[in-house]
């Protein structure tokens, strides 16, 4: 038997904003309340989000520097033992491998530094995102699928120290939230 | 002044027709995933689909019979393989550059047209990696190419600008993808939420990855874009170098050019921007993007034109005093005396018709915002470019050094049939990609709208009435 709707364990608060101004002018409110664990959604990054939410700088940047080097390192090393100790090849009369090679290497370096810096571009952002993550409390809300519409969102989690549905609640509406909704858990 | 007002010192207009909405622009361009296709479409993907048959049939011709069946021949080695090669390589940098480099630049108007343009990049990077591929002629060790143990314990010579193409054609082409699938994202979970039924929520909601639009998302997400964007605009400049360092590094008057990397570039961005506007104004009037796609977008794509055709000249004539600047005898005949009186004249003069004289129409801006005439002019540029490739590997080839062993090549119907075929391969993939994915970036385009803009109410609210009148000229044709 599954639960009912009351006794599902509340998971979040979900507060619906008409504008980029209102929901950006909320997300201070929220952060001055004193919450920490809540978000914003919306359709588009909104100028002026991250310093109303507090959040600290990206560390994505660390992540790609890191594939970066892995990179440099992989693609020289590849090359100068493959090259220059495994096999060496004498091409042009000059002898194998680095450092009298390092010119005709360049390119390939170059190519593998990009090619993992976009893998930790890409993979990194995910991963730091917590994505994929098909399942998340949030879809149960029939509203939200305008977030990536037309529509702006602040989510506030109910296992926030701060978190007291009422009072939430009431913090939201004074916002000029058009629409508060309390997210439960879902059935399966 | 907020950033999303025009500037008027350097005749800007606004980039989405001033009063829409954030939400016409998701059904402008959500609703052509979601409607029947049109029937243009339907003939488009038709004729498309017959010449990718035309290609199945002539690749399995070529892998029965071997390379023979082309019009390849001593002393022309090279010919229509890869000049079809670079011609497609050259045609995805336009996407890159659109993506990247104008995302660097703040160039906003891009995001009307950036999602198209890297589209046309992965298909046309496809296309350009069937030749080598195809070209090799035991197709079936093509893994020798690749720094892989085998049985000979051989490894590749990395000192041959070809292995470096294969890095640098490979790397584009995955960096061009991952570009592509990051930014898809947002758009796909928009699709995702307008879904009706069940099999789009779950194919769409699968690539979404579950995206909900959430800030701490969004601030790692750009940082991965502007990342992604900066290292694609040294890998763009990067890929057409190494292609031309494949001639470059080789002896072969009209190729032994040091001037040839950045003149790769400047003709990879002509041809590009050529191809843009070509699929995007039979996109446009396809599925009415008109108030998407606006006339100032092409108009901007044509002076990126001009400016490229004249870089292009530019080199052509560089190549000519270099010759001549050199006092090498052979350098001066192939200059002088081959390349635009010899054998191949008539594809020189094609070339320098296409790619330096037609454009210079767009110093007016009359023909600039003239549609029929760009499309005119976009083929053109393509054609042109085509036999600048063409000019560059065949009659740099027909001549070599001994005068015994020169040659003519002419291609053969399989030559033919494989650069159409490739044609076709090319526009499926696009037509599939329009009819189902976003073609245009719905959350860059609203990000710089007004309405993006939190302080716009506080800025606007006189102006706000202005808005509520102007909403009701949104489906005029063209213009702002």
Not at chain 2, 402 to 413: M, Q
Request: aromatic share 16%.
């Amino acid at each position: 038997m599954s639960p009912t709707f009351e006794s599902r364990r509340a998971v979040l608060l979900l507060a619906e904003f008409a504008s980029a101004h209102d929901v950006l002018h909320a997300a201070n409110g929220v952060r001055e309340a004193g919450y920490v664990r809540w978000d914003a959604h919306t359709p588009f990054p909104v100028h002026g989000m991250d310093r109303a939410m507090g959040l600290r700088d990206s560390s994505l940047g660390w992540i790609v520097l890191a594939c970066a080097i892995t990179g440099l390192g992989g693609a020289f090393w590849m090359m100068h033992w493959m090259n220059g100790i495994d096999y060496p090849l004498v091409v042009g009369d000059k002898p194998p491998g680095a450092p009298y090679a390092l010119p005709a290497m360049i390119p390939i370096i170059f190519e593998l530094t990009i090619l993992l810096s976009a893998f930790g571009a890409v993979f990194g952002m995910l991963g730091l995102n917590g994505l994929p993550r098909h399942h998340h409390p949030i879809f149960e809300s029939e509203r939200f699928l305008s977030a990536t519409d037309d529509k702006f969102f602040i989510s506030i989690e109910a296992n926030d120290p701060r978190f007291e549905a009422e009072k939430t609640r009431a913090l939201l509406e004074r916002m000029n939230a058009v629409h508060v909704e309390l997210i439960r858990e879902a059935t399966s | 002044m907020s950033y999303y007002e025009p500037i008027a010192g350097i005749d800007e207009g606004h980039f989405v027709r001033p009063g829409s909405t954030l939400r016409d622009v998701t059904d402008d361009v959500a609703c052509v995933t979601e409607n029947p296709a049109p029937r243009g479409w339907w003939v488009c993907f038709g004729i498309a689909l017959s010449l990718v048959g035309v290609f199945v049939a002539c690749v399995g011709y070529l892998f029965w019979r071997g390379v023979g069946v082309w019009g390849n021949t001593s002393p022309v080695y090279w010919a229509w393989d890869i000049t079809n090669f670079v011609w497609w390589v050259g045609i995805g940098h336009a996407g890159t550059l659109i993506s990247a480099i104008l995302f660097i630049f703040r160039q906003r108007w891009r995001t009307g047209i950036n999602r198209f343009a890297e589209a046309m990049t992965i298909f046309a990077v496809i296309c350009a990696l069937i030749f080598p591929g195809i070209h090799v002629g035991r197709v079936w060790v093509i893994y020798y190419m690749f720094p892989l143990p085998n049985q000979m314990s051989l490894w590749p010579n990395f000192k041959s600008p070809l292995l470096w193409d294969l890095f640098a054609v490979g790397t584009y082409f995955t960096v061009s993808v991952l570009f592509w699938y990051t930014g898809l994202i947002p758009d796909l979970a928009t699709l995702r939420d307008r879904s009706r039924t069940l099999w789009r929520q779950r194919v769409y909601g699968f690539f979404a990855l579950g995206w909900t639009g959430s800030n701490r998302h969004w601030q790692n997400y750009e940082r991965a874009y502007l990342i992604l964007a900066a290292i694609s605009t040294p890998l763009v400049l990067s890929v057409h170098s190494v292609v031309s360092m494949d001639f470059a590094t080789s002896v072969i008057p009209g190729w032994h050019t040091t001037i040839f990397p950045p003149y790769f570039v400047a003709g990879a961005v002509f041809s590009g921007f050529a191809m843009v506007e070509t699929v995007f104004l039979v996109a446009r009037s396809v599925f009415k993007l008109h108030r998407v796609v606006l006339i100032r977008h092409l108009d901007m794509m044509n002076k990126f034109l001009l400016l490229t055709s004249l870089l292009v000249g530019y080199a052509y004539a560089m190549e000519f005093f270099v010759a001549w600047y050199s006092g090498n005898e052979y350098e001066m005949a192939h200059f002088f005396k081959n390349r635009p009186t010899g054998p191949y004249y008539w594809a020189w003069l094609w070339m320098v018709g296409c790619n330096v004289l037609v454009p210079q129409v767009y110093w007016f801006k009359k023909a600039r915002t003239n549609i029929p005439l760009m499309f005119v002019v976009a083929i053109m540029i393509n054609i042109g470019m085509w036999f600048e490739r063409f000019v560059i590997i065949v009659s740099s080839l027909n001549r070599d050094f001994l005068p015994s062993s020169w040659g003519y090549f002419r291609p053969t119907i399989i030559d033919v049939g494989t650069f159409a075929g490739t044609i076709g391969i090319f526009f499926t993939g696009f037509l599939l990609f329009m009819r189902w994915l976003p073609m245009v970036a719905m959350a860059e385009v609203k990000g710089t709208m007004q309405q993006a803009d939190p302080h716009w109410h506080e800025r606007n609210q006189n102006r706000r009435e202005e808005f509520a009148a102007s909403r009701g000229s949104l489906v005029q044709e063209g213009g702002e």
